[in-house]
């Protein structure tokens, strides 16, 4: 019978996900949001930023900015993109 694969606390034997693949954002994990966090994070947010490029400039993972972002107010939404399905009637016509 094989064995199970060895899994040390701590370690990213046997995890998914993005801790396995970048570690780097084990850095600032689980560590309080100080205010120039936050208006770093409005700042990145009013200029349209993907929240992957926001993770890496922030050092935190994707799920804790747009957990953030939620409890502060913060749109994530871009805001120069116009919804899907949506054209001109000059773009209609042709």
């Given at each position: 019978m094989a064995k199970a694969?060895?899994?040390?606390?701590?370690?990213?034997?046997?995890?998914?996900?993005?801790?396995k693949a970048n570690p780097a954002y084990k850095r600032r994990a689980r560590e309080p949001w100080t205010a120039a966090d936050v208006s770093?994070?409005?700042?990145?947010?009013?200029g349209n930023t993907p929240t992957g490029v926001m993770s890496i400039k922030l050092q935190r993972p994707v799920a804790a900015i747009r957990s953030k972002a939620q409890r502060e107010?913060?749109?994530?939404?871009?805001?120069?993109?116009?919804?899907?399905?949506?054209?001109?009637?000059?773009?209609?016509?042709?």
């Open positions: 694969a060895l899994k040390r606390p701590g370690s990213p034997i046997g995890r998914k996900g993005p801790r770093k994070l409005k700042q990145l947010a009013k107010g913060i749109s994530l939404r871009p805001a120069n993109r116009s919804p899907y399905n949506r054209r001109t009637k000059a773009a209609k016509r042709r």
